[in-house]
């Protein structure tokens, strides 16, 4: 009781902070408290970082970002929350996470969704990108931008060459719905775990493996633990950064004009950084003893068609497949 107590009051606490500074003056300077989950030295983070130059430069110093990485201030989920009550000006999160906020950006989530990475920047830094990214609106949470966070395959302790060997297997997954039917129709035990708790689960065996992009299982240390890289590229989840529409109807119209263009700048940023950690990663954990195994996609491609007839029941979720799929490539 005492520790539960304690962890009250510590909450209470820093909602408290956050909700006096996250868009408050300081010497005519206001500074918009960003949180997130990700390592330093992340491409996301450091395109993050990139923003914060921008914004201080279109605004003359007038705005600010004041950046908290590695879950200082809570799990994705929590920041969402924080965001929504306005207690925290902006947050990174894979949309993945966000999809329990909008439902539409479920789609996201459907595995072999985008044709190759061309095809996914055609879709996401277009009209429908710029609809997906205000689906979250009505959750006081507005969209900025997609980060690009490269395709996600999975990850393992033993060798896998085929969806028959995910069988059995406990496999980590984010709080979504979608990716958790994913990994059902793959044969595998889906287990949502925090981001920051899986390296011991891992370690532990509470989990056989999970999947993210390259540079994730890099910086995460999980190669450590898993010494198997199967490059399904199963789903291209793009992370999202967003406002809290308490702090953004606080900002002037120019204000806000400010922070919309840094914010697109940064992707242009970290869509060039971000190839490079791709590399960087792959060189690294070949390194470490970590095997890379090209499976044949197709196996994977049919295990979750089921998926698209599901979806595809609900109108919007039909209409918005049929409208990526008829992007054409830039």
Partial sequence: MKNYLKYILFSVSIA????????AEINETRVIKLAHGLDVTHPVHKA??????????KSNGTLSLDIYPSQQLGSER????????GSLGMTKVSTGVLENFAPQLKVFGLPFLFRDAEHRFAVLEGPIGEELLNASIPQRLKGLTFYDAGSRSFYTKKRVENPEDLKGLKLRVMESQTAMNMVKSLGGSPTPIAWGELYTALQQGVVDGAENNLPSFYLSHHYEVCKYFIVDEHTALPDELLISTVIWNKLSEQEQKWVKEAAMESLEYEKKIWHEAEMEALREIQKAGVEIIRPE?????KLVQPMYEEFEQNPEMKRLIKAIQAVKNN
């Fill in 78 to 85: 929590e920041c969402l929350e924080l965001l929504q009550i």
């Fill in 16 to 23: 408290l902070l956050l909700s006096s500074f996250s868009c």
């Fill in 48 to 57: 993050m970082i990139f923003m914060g130059e921008r914004l201080k430069e």
């Fill in 297 to 301: 996609k197709e196996s994977f491609r």
